[in-house]
Protein backbone atom coordinates (compact mmCIF):
# COMPACT_ATOMS: atom_id res chain seq x y z
CA UNK A 1 0.00 0.00 0.00
CA UNK A 2 1.52 3.50 -0.79
CA UNK A 3 2.18 5.86 1.91
CA UNK A 4 2.78 9.21 2.63
CA UNK A 5 5.39 10.86 5.48
CA UNK A 6 3.77 9.64 8.69
CA UNK A 7 2.67 11.64 10.81
CA UNK A 8 2.26 11.64 14.76
CA UNK A 9 -1.46 10.25 15.16
CA UNK A 10 -2.67 7.27 17.82
CA UNK A 11 -5.74 5.97 17.63
CA UNK A 12 -7.34 8.60 20.43
CA UNK A 13 -6.27 11.16 17.77
CA UNK A 14 -9.77 10.10 15.20
CA UNK A 15 -12.68 8.96 16.19
CA UNK A 16 -13.11 5.16 16.31
CA UNK A 17 -14.61 2.94 13.71
CA UNK A 18 -17.01 1.09 14.33
CA UNK A 19 -16.94 -3.03 14.74
CA UNK A 20 -17.88 -5.13 11.71
CA UNK A 21 -16.56 -8.27 9.91
CA UNK A 22 -13.23 -6.71 8.26
CA UNK A 23 -12.77 -2.95 7.07
CA UNK A 24 -13.60 -3.96 3.73
CA UNK A 25 -17.41 -4.55 4.70
CA UNK A 26 -19.42 -1.43 4.70
CA UNK A 27 -21.38 -0.74 7.71
CA UNK A 28 -24.52 0.64 5.87
CA UNK A 29 -25.29 -0.96 3.01
CA UNK A 30 -22.96 -4.33 4.04
CA UNK A 31 -21.38 -4.37 1.08
CA UNK A 32 -17.92 -6.16 1.06
CA UNK A 33 -16.31 -3.81 -1.67
CA UNK A 34 -15.33 -0.78 0.72
CA UNK A 35 -11.91 0.30 -0.42
CA UNK A 36 -8.98 3.06 0.66
CA UNK A 37 -9.45 5.97 -1.34
CA UNK A 38 -6.27 7.61 0.94
CA UNK A 39 -3.89 6.17 3.29
CA UNK A 40 -0.91 7.47 5.33
CA UNK A 41 0.98 6.37 8.51
CA UNK A 42 -0.23 6.70 11.69
CA UNK A 43 1.85 6.33 14.96
CA UNK A 44 3.37 2.76 16.27
CA UNK A 45 1.74 0.43 13.73
CA UNK A 46 -1.66 1.98 12.25
CA UNK A 47 -2.55 3.14 9.64
CA UNK A 48 -4.39 6.36 8.77
CA UNK A 49 -7.49 5.33 6.37
CA UNK A 50 -10.08 7.23 3.95
CA UNK A 51 -12.47 4.50 3.30
CA UNK A 52 -15.28 4.69 0.27
CA UNK A 53 -18.26 2.04 -0.38
CA UNK A 54 -18.76 2.44 -4.50
CA UNK A 55 -22.13 0.95 -3.61
CA UNK A 56 -23.97 3.77 -0.82
CA UNK A 57 -20.83 6.26 -1.04
CA UNK A 58 -20.55 5.89 2.31
CA UNK A 59 -16.99 7.09 3.92
CA UNK A 60 -15.25 6.82 6.89
CA UNK A 61 -12.16 8.18 8.38
CA UNK A 62 -10.41 6.09 10.32
CA UNK A 63 -6.93 5.18 12.24
CA UNK A 64 -6.74 0.98 11.56
CA UNK A 65 -4.10 -1.50 12.81
CA UNK A 66 -1.82 -3.37 10.52
CA UNK A 67 -3.48 -6.28 10.95
CA UNK A 68 -6.68 -4.35 10.09
CA UNK A 69 -4.91 -3.14 6.83
CA UNK A 70 -3.43 -6.46 5.70
CA UNK A 71 -6.96 -7.79 6.27
CA UNK A 72 -8.20 -5.26 3.39
CA UNK A 73 -5.39 -5.63 1.36
CA UNK A 74 -6.19 -9.26 1.23
CA UNK A 75 -9.56 -8.75 0.15
CA UNK A 76 -8.72 -6.03 -2.70
CA UNK A 77 -5.78 -8.85 -4.16
CA UNK A 78 -8.42 -11.43 -3.83
CA UNK A 79 -10.80 -8.75 -5.45
CA UNK A 80 -8.42 -7.95 -8.27
CA UNK A 81 -7.49 -11.72 -8.91
CA UNK A 82 -11.02 -12.41 -9.70
CA UNK A 83 -11.73 -9.63 -11.84
CA UNK A 84 -8.94 -10.73 -14.09
CA UNK A 85 -10.10 -14.30 -14.57
CA UNK A 86 -13.50 -12.42 -15.40
CA UNK A 87 -11.55 -10.99 -17.91
CA UNK A 88 -9.83 -13.37 -19.06
CA UNK A 89 -13.00 -15.38 -19.60
CA UNK A 90 -14.70 -12.46 -21.22
CA UNK A 91 -11.83 -12.06 -23.44
CA UNK A 92 -12.20 -15.72 -24.76
CA UNK A 93 -15.77 -15.31 -25.30
CA UNK A 94 -15.41 -12.36 -27.57
CA UNK A 95 -12.10 -14.02 -29.24
CA UNK A 96 -14.61 -16.71 -30.26
CA UNK A 97 -17.66 -15.10 -31.23
CA UNK A 98 -15.44 -12.62 -33.62
CA UNK A 99 -14.30 -16.39 -34.75
CA UNK A 100 -17.47 -17.72 -35.37
CA UNK A 101 -18.73 -14.32 -37.37
CA UNK A 102 -15.13 -14.81 -39.45
CA UNK A 103 -16.15 -18.24 -40.62
CA UNK A 104 -19.80 -17.27 -41.48
CA UNK A 105 -18.61 -14.27 -43.44
CA UNK A 106 -15.99 -16.59 -44.73
CA UNK A 107 -18.56 -19.29 -45.90
CA UNK A 108 -21.07 -16.64 -47.49
CA UNK A 109 -18.14 -15.36 -49.18
CA UNK A 110 -18.53 -11.79 -47.31
CA UNK A 111 -14.77 -11.66 -47.49
CA UNK A 112 -12.74 -11.39 -50.34
CA UNK A 113 -9.40 -11.40 -51.68
CA UNK A 114 -9.25 -7.46 -51.86
CA UNK A 115 -10.18 -7.09 -47.63
CA UNK A 116 -6.50 -7.82 -47.29
Do not use: K
Not at 32 to 56: H, K, M, R, T, Y
Not at 95 to 109: C, N, P, S, T
Amino acid sequence: MGQSAARAISRADLPAAPARDGIHVCPDCASDLVQPVAWSEASGDCWELVLSCPNCRWTEEGVYTQAEVEGLEERLDDGLADMLEDLQRLAQANMADEMDRFIEALRRDHILPEDF
